[in-house]
Structure formats: structure tokens, C-alpha cells
């Protein structure tokens, strides 16, 4: 049998080399400068926003609801919107580092108090911004006239109406899916690709309903604000386990294993 013709063969970025790469971008990010992360976290807390606002004008203006194909796969695509925003722009998103910033200390460059540094700041910033995002289009509301807080307090009780079990297993599930996407990005090189990377694994979560610590920060502060049904409590319970579930799933299922894998020899 002849060789493959060059032309058509596709070259793949070695494993070795993405962890290399996955483990400089955490070391840059774990040794940045507070201010900096604090002002990037914030930013996409906000950005991620458009995606829970985007989803909740479409459920407005369709006729079909949750359970049916063609407003799941809307509802699903619109909520990938704000992950796009946040990073394409290469803002600071927590579910990013839970597999990210895990890799520079596995291998001995960074300190375990260092991490949580890094996890802390990213988080409570994503965290306030989200909040600032969600008061600043609460207010707008009686103005804009493009959803209505039936809307927003459907898409809040899709993530609050489980038990605590599910919240913490499906947030595992969620911060899984968020390293996958940091380790595939890493791999990507055109924009396209990283474009569809990127809507393929976030428009998952949406389609699985599964809970993201920081767009469902939005989510179901949304519905707190405008749902008589969701309280702060809810809140509280949602934003604790998922955030525990999300570091879980990307530090161990991701950081952890990828890491693992790759420095005993995989390819």
C-alpha cells in the first residue's frame, strides 16, 4: 500500500504539545497580576449573560416550549452566545480553569495555594458580574418589551427544580464538558473551528440542561429577581453544589486524567 498523498493528510497537534501548551497558558494565568484578573473575570460575567437573556427572548417568542426539538435546539444554541462572547474575547471564565490552571501545578510549576488564588479571584468576579448583568437587564426590563419573567423563570427552574444529588453529579458532568473544551481549543488553530468547538460543547450543556456555576449564575439569579417560585435559598443550594461539581469535573476528569495519560506516554 502507497503512502497517503500529502496533500489530503490532516495534521493533528501531538498530545504531548497541547499539554505543553494547556500548562504555559495555566502558568501565565495562575501568575497574573490581581487587578487584571479581577477586571477579566467581570467582563465575563457579563458577557456570558447574552446567552440566559437570548434564550429567554426566544422562549418568549416561540410557540413550542421545553420538550419540544426545535426550541431545544434554539434554547441550546442561543445559551452557547454568551461562551462564544466570552472566549473568542479571552476573558477569565472559571469553568475554563478548573481543568486549566490544574495543569501547571500537577506538573511542579505552581503551587497548590497559587491555584486557589487563581480559582478564588476568577470565580468571585465571574460571579459579580454576572449579578451586575442580571440587575442592569431586570431594570431595563418594563422597557425592552423582548421577554417576559414567565420566560425567565421557566429557563430558572430547569436548573433549581432537582435534588441535591443532581446538582452536584450534573455539575461534574458540566465543568467535564468545560475542560474538554479548553483541552480541544487548545488543539484548534483556525477561528472557524474554534467557533464550532465552542458551540458544540456549550450548546451541549444547554441541550442537557446540565449546571454551569456561571451562566447559571444568570439563569436563576433571573429567576429569583422575577419567579415568586424561586427563592434565594434556591440560589444558594444551585451555586454552591454546582461550583464544587464544576471544579470536580474539570480538575479531576480533565486536568487530572489528560495530564496523567499524556506524561505516561500517550500520544
Known amino acids: 500500500m502507497g503512502d497517503a498523498d500529502p496533500a489530503t493528510t490532516v495534521e493533528q497537534t501531538p498530545a504531548p504539545d497541547i499539554l505543553e501548551s494547556l500548562i504555559e497558558s495555566g502558568l ?4 497574573r497580576e490581581r487587578t487584571g484578573l479581577l477586571l477579566s473575570g467581570f467582563s465575563a460575567g457579563l458577557d456570558i449573560g447574552f446567552g440566559p437573556l437570548l434564550m429567554a427572548v426566544l422562549l418568549t417568542l416561540t410557540e413550542g416550549g421545553y420538550g419540544d426539538l426545535g426550541t431545544e435546539l434554539l434554547l441550546a444554541s442561543a445559551y452557547a452566545v454568551g461562551f462564544i462572547f466570552v472566549i473568542i474575547a479571552r476573558s477569565e471564565l472559571f469553568t475554563e480553569h478548573t481543568a486549566l490552571a490544574v495543569m501547571p501545578v500537577l506538573d511542579g510549576r505552581a503551587s497548590f495555594r497559587k491555584l486557589m488564588r487563581l480559582w478564588g479571584l476568577v470565580w468571585a468576579s465571574n460571579i459579580v458580574g454576572g449579578a451586575v448583568f442580571t440587575a442592569f437587564i431586570v431594570t431595563l426590563m418594563p422597557n425592552l418589551g423582548v421577554a417576559t419573567p414567565e420566560a425567565f423563570g421557566t429557563i430558572a427552574h430547569k436548573l ?3 435534588d441535591l444529588t443532581w446538582l452536584f453529579v450534573a455539575g461534574i458532568l458540566a465543568g467535564w ?3 474538554l473544551l479548553a483541552w480541544l481549543l487548545a488543539a484548534a488553530q483556525e477561528t472557524t473551528s474554534r467557533l464550532l468547538i465552542i458551540w458544540l460543547v456549550t450548546a ?3 441541550l442537557l440542561h446540565l449546571p454551569h456555576s456561571i451562566a ?3 439563569e436563576v439569579l433571573f429567576g429569583v429577581f422575577l419567579s415568586p417560585e424561586v427563592s434565594v435559598f434556591d ?5 454552591v453544589l454546582a ?8 480538575g479531576v476528569f480533565v486536568g487530572i486524567l489528560k495530564y496523567g495519560h499524556v506524561t ?4
Do not use: P, Q
Not at 440560589?235 to 451555586?239: D, G, M, N, Q, V
Open 28 to 31: 501565565h494565568e495562575i501568575e
Open 216 to 218: 447559571g449564575n444568570i
Open 264 to 267: 505516561r506516554g500517550g500520544g
Open 160 to 162: 433549581v427544580d432537582h
Open 177 to 179: 464538558l468545560m475542560g
Open 243 to 250: 461550583t464544587l461539581g464544576n471544579a470536580i469535573g474539570g
Open 235 to 239: 440560589y444558594a443550594k444551585f451555586l
Open 204 to 206: 451541549s450543556i444547554g
